[in-house]
C-alpha cells in the first residue's frame, strides 16, 4: 500500500452502452455474477453446466455440443483455428470486414496456409465467390466466415457459405459473436461444424466467456488429427470433455462467468428466441427512422444490414473522436468507432440484449439531435424522435422480458 | 424452452472450499463483480485498468509490466511458453508435480524443444540439478519452474532457479498461482522475467482471470523474436499494449472479473502482504498441529511445504474419493484429491485467501474427527481441536481484514 492509501470498494460510472459490445448485462445476470463460488469438481457445479449445455443447445439450435470456452469471443475464434486445421492446411477465410481481418492474423501465426478471399465492405458476400475459390483450392480443409460483421454492419449467408463448403469436401466455421440470440441462427439445419460467440452482445451478460456449438464430425476430426492442437488451453476437444458427461478436468473453469452465462441464456430462453429476434428488429427499425430523420446516411442496404448494428456515415466535417467524446461526457452515452475501412468515416450503434428497448433509441435520438447542430450538422427539432415513435407503433417493441 | 419450462434466477450450494482452489472470493470481491458493465475503451475502465497496474505491481513487487490474461491460471501459462520461445527453441521445464507435466505438454504442442528436469515428488528440488541440466544445454531460451506445486505442496527456490538461469543466458519464467499474496514473492529483487498467477487462489477473487508480472526484458525478446507467437489471444505484448499507456485495442476485456480482481487485489493491499503471508503461515501451522493430533502423516517435509495447500497422507484402509464426498455431503467441505503419482493415495486441504481463517480450520478438523473412524481409522476425542488452538494461542493469526 503506498502512503498508507486504503483502497475504497470500486464504484464505476453509469453508463448506456450503445456500441458494438460489451453491452449492458441485465440484472438478473449481475445478480448471479455475485453468488458464492463453488469448486469446478463439485457435483453441484457439474449439474450447472449439464442444465447449460442443454440450453446453450436450445439457443444455438443444436443436439450436437455445445459448450463455453474461457475467454473473450477472440479465444473461441482461436479455438476453432487451431483445433480444426492444421499448419500447412488450407483454410479459405472470407473477409468483409476488421474481425475477419484478424481470422486472417491468427490463422497465419498458426501456420496454416491462409486463402484471404476479399470481398467489398458493407455487402454481403456473393457465395459465388466462395463457389471459385474452392475450385481453384480443391485441397481446402476449412472455411471461415462471420455470419454479423460489426465492423461493417453486414449479415452474409452463412448456411449457404456452409453447403458449399460441405460440397467441396471442407469443413466450415462461423463467427455469430453479434448474431448469436439477436437473429435467426439455426446450427444443426444449416449444417454448421463450429459457430463461437461472445456473452456481451445479444446475451445481455458480462464479456469474457465465449459460448460455442460445434459438430460431431469436427470433434471427430480434433480427436483423430495427427498432431493435437498447438495449443492446450484452446483445444475444442479437452473443452468438450470437460463439459462432456465424464466431466474430465482441464483448466479450472471461470465460475462466475458460467453463473452469468446460464443466467443470461436462461432470461433468453424464457423470453423466447423468436420474440428475442423481433425485438432486435423492432428497435432497429425505430432507431433507423429517427437517424433517417435526422438526414443521416446509413449506408448498408436494406438486405445487407444488420439489426443488431447500425453503422452511421458521418455527415462531412463532423468529428468522430469529437462527437463520441461528447456523447459520453454529457450523455453517458456510448456509441462505437468506425474500424479498418471506416475509420473516422461513420458511427457504430448498437442495441443488443439489454440495451435493446425503445427508452434507449429515444435517449441516442435526442442526444444526437442536440448534438450534432453543434457539430456543424443541422438537423430538424423533434423529427427524430416523431419518426422512431411512429415507426414504433406501427411495429412495436416486444417488452423485453426474461 | 423445452416445454413451457421457465428458467428461474440460479442458486448455488454454501460451500467451505478447503481444496487447492478455487477458493471463496471475499463479499466485498463478489459485490463487485456484480457492477454494471462499462466498455472496454471507455475512458473509465482505462482508468481503472490504469488504478490495477499499479495495484498488481504492488502484489508482485515489480515496477516492471504487470497486467492480467483474460483466462485461467492456465492461460497465463500458456501466455508465457508461446510468448517466450519459438519453435525449436531449448526449455528446460523443471518438473515435480502435475502442474509442471502441464508445462511439458504444453511445451511440446508448441513446437518446443522441451527438456524436462523431472526431480522427486514432495520435495524442493536441489538447483544444482538446473546447474547441471543447463551446461548440457546451453543453447537454453528459457527455464521454467514452478513457484508453488499444489499437486505436491511444496515450494521450490525460484529466486536462486532465476539467478542460475541468467548466467547460462537463458530467461526465467514461473508459476505463481498458488504463491502469490499467500508468502513472500520478490519479482524485481529475484529477477524474474515472467510470472503467471491466477486469481482464485491467495488472492480470494473468482477463477477466469490470470494477473501476470514481466519484465521489460522479456517484452523487448517479444517484440523483437523473428516471428510473433504463434497465438495472438495469448500473446503477451499485444496483451501489455492494451494495459500499457496507449491501451491499444485488443480483443473485448474481461469487464467483471476486472473488477473483481481489482477489489480482491485492493482487500489484499489493504490487509498488507506481510500480514497477509503471515495469516497463511499461521493457519496452515494450526492445522498441521491438528491433523498431526489426529495421528495423520504430513508427507512433506518442513523446509518445503507449502502454507497454502498441506498433503495430508491417507491411512491406509481409507478411500479417497469416499471420504471426500463424505465430508462435501455431511459437512459441505470441499478437499482436493490427489493428482498424478499422488492419486489415491493422498488429500490436499488449503488454506487460501478468503479460507484461510482459524473457524474454517476447526470446522475441517471436527468433521475428521468425525469421519475418520466411519473409514476404520481411529482418532482421539477432541485432540485434534485442542492441539489447533494451542498452536492458535502460541502463534495467533491475524484477523483477515481488507
Not at 483455428?81 to 486472417?104: K, M
Not at 458460467?258 to 423481433?278: D, F, P, S
Not at 433507423?288 to 430523420?293: C, K
Request: proline letters at 6%.
Amino acid at each position: 500500500m503506498k502512503n498508507g492509501q486504503r483502497y475504497e470498494p470500486l464504484t464505476v460510472p453509469r453508463r448506456m452502452i450503445l456500441g458494438p459490445g460489451p453491452s449492458s448485462a441485465s440484472p438478473r445476470v449481475l445478480r448471479a455474477m455475485s453468488l458464492p463460488i463453488i469448486g469446478y469438481l463439485d457435483p453441484a457445479f457439474f449439474d450447472l453446466i449439464d442444465e447449460l449445455t442443454g440450453m446453450l443447445g436450445e439457443v444455438f439450435k443444436t443436439e450436437q455440443r455445445a459448450f463455453s470456452v474461457a475467454g473473450a469471443g477472440s479465444a473461441g475464434m482461436e479455438a476453432g483455428l487451431v483445433s480444426l486445421a492444421q499448419p500447412g492446411d488450407t483454410v479459405i477465410i472470407c473477409s468483409y470486414g476488421h474481425f475477419c481481418e484478424r481470422q486472417i492474423i491468427m490463422g497465419e501465426r498458426l501456420g496454416l496456409n491462409v486463402v484471404p478471399l476479399r470481398t467489398e465492405w458493407g455487402r454481403s458476400m456473393d457465395p459465388g465467390v466462395l463457389i471459385d475459390a474452392l475450385k481453384q483450392h480443391p485441397e481446402t480443409q476449412l472455411v471461415v466466415a462471420i455470419h454479423a460483421e460489426t465492423s461493417a454492419g453486414t449479415i452474409h449467408p452463412i448456411a449457404e457459405f456452409a453447403r458449399i463448403a460441405h460440397k467441396a469436401g471442407a469443413m466450415f466455421m462461423t463467427d455469430v459473436v453479434t448474431s448469436l440470440a439477436g437473429c435467426e441462427l439455426e446450427f444443426d439445419e444449416w449444417e454448421l461444424d463450429f459457430a463461437y460467440s461472445g456473452s456481451q452482445k445479444c446475451l445481455a451478460a458480462p464479456p469474457g466467456i465465449s459460448p460455442v456449438a460445434m459438430s460431431e464430425r469436427a470433434l471427430d476430426y480434433i480427436r483423430n488429427r495427427s498432431k493435437p492442437p498447438t495449443s492446450w488451453y484452446l483445444d475444442l476437444s479437452l473443452i468438450a470433455d470437460y463439459w462432456g458427461k465424464d466431466h474430465v478436468a482441464h483448466h479450472t473453469a471461470p465460475v462466475s462467468m458460467i453463473y452469468g452465462l446460464r443466467e443470461a441464456v436462461g432470461m433468453a430462453l424464457n423470453e423466447g428466441l423468436e420474440t428475442r429476434w423481433k425485438r432486435h428488429e423492432a428497435n432497429a427499425s425505430a432507431l433507423r427512422a429517427g437517424l433517417e430523420a435526422l438526414n443521416l446516411e446509413l449506408p448498408i442496404s436494406k438486405g445487407d444490414r444488420l439489426d443488431q448494428l447500425t453503422i452511421v456515415k458521418l455527415p462531412k466535417g463532423v468529428d468522430d473522436v469529437k462527437l463520441r467524446a461528447q456523447l459520453l461526457d454529457e450523455y453517458s452515452i456510448e456509441v462505437g468507432r468506425g474500424l479498418g475501412k471506416f475509420a473516422g468515416e461513420v458511427i457504430r450503434i448498437g442495441l443488443m440484449g439489454e440495451s435493446c428497448v425503445p427508452a434507449n433509441v429515444f435517449a441516442l435520438l435526442n442526444a444526437l439531435e442536440k448534438t450534432l447542430p453543434e457539430h456543424g450538422f443541422e438537423v430538424g427539432s423533434g423529427a427524430a424522435a416523431a419518426a422512431a415513435s411512429a415507426q414504433l407503433v406501427k411495429n412495436p417493441s416486444p417488452l423485453f422480458t426474461g
